[in-house]
């Protein structure tokens, strides 16, 4: 099975930008591929996806106009790109495959705050 690593979490500032990365131990060309977000006391949310070729993104309502999904198919990579953070997406971020997510990975964790 798939399975995920995440990178590029870290403390920033409101306002701020941080890019994150998710490398793949395997081909993920054939699946839908997604950001999830997972804040203290909270359920794990879908952030953004992106379809297998790329073709049609979606994203929470709250991250519209902020944050992007992007894919790499030949290397088996998936970024999302956050701009303008803000105080409440402060959480631990994980891709997988969406729907249906396979096993989770450790995530990366984002903290925005002053």
């Known amino acids: 099975q798939v399975q995920f690593v995440e990178s590029g979490g870290g403390l920033v500032q409101p306002g701020g930008s941080l890019r994150l990365s998710c490398s793949a131990s395997?081909?993920?060309?054939?699946?839908?591929m997604g950001w999830y977000r997972q804040a203290p006391g909270k359920q794990r949310e879908l952030v953004a996806a992106?379809?297998?070729?790329?073709?049609?993104?979606i994203y929470k309502d709250s991250v519209k106009g902020r944050f992007t999904i992007f894919r790499d198919n030949a290397k088996n990579t998936v970024a999302l790109q956050m701009n303008s953070l803000k105080p409440e997406d402060t959480a631990d971020y994980y891709c997988?495959?969406?729907?249906?997510?396979?096993?989770w990975g450790q995530g990366t964790q984002v903290t925005v705050s002053s």
């Open positions: 395997g081909s993920i060309s054939a699946y839908g």
């Open positions: 992106i379809s297998r070729a790329s073709t049609q993104t």
């Open positions: 997988n495959t969406s729907p249906s997510p396979l096993d």
